[in-house]
């Protein structure tokens, strides 16, 4: 019983909160459009596509409004907002 009482405890945080935390406190700004979360850091912008709270869809990152690559892997990701 104390077993299924640790599981939903330890789930409490979804991928999309917990890199939503990590980027504030790397000094990222956050908007949030429905399904899709934009993060903005000078001239740097990331657009992460969500499906659901934990798998990206996937996700763009623009240097002066410019493409410069797109994702579908999330630690990819975490690695351009960790910069």
């Known amino acids: 019983m104390s077993s299924s009482e640790e599981g939903p405890a330890t789930t409490t945080t979804d991928l999309r ?3 939503a935390e990590i980027t504030a406190a ?3 700004d956050r908007r949030i459009d429905d399904r899709v979360d934009i993060y903005l850091r000078g001239q740097t912008r990331v657009r992460v596509i969500w499906r659901g709270d934990d798998a990206i869809s996937g996700a763009s990152r623009f240097q002066e409004d ?3 690559t797109y994702s579908r892997d999330l630690d990819t990701v975490k690695g351009w907002l960790a910069r």
Do not use: D, F, M, P
Request: aromatic content about 12%; hydrophobic content about 45%; charged content about 20%.
């Open 17 to 19: 909160s917990e890199l």
């Open 26 to 28: 790397a000094g990222w």
């Open 66 to 68: 410019n493409l410069e």
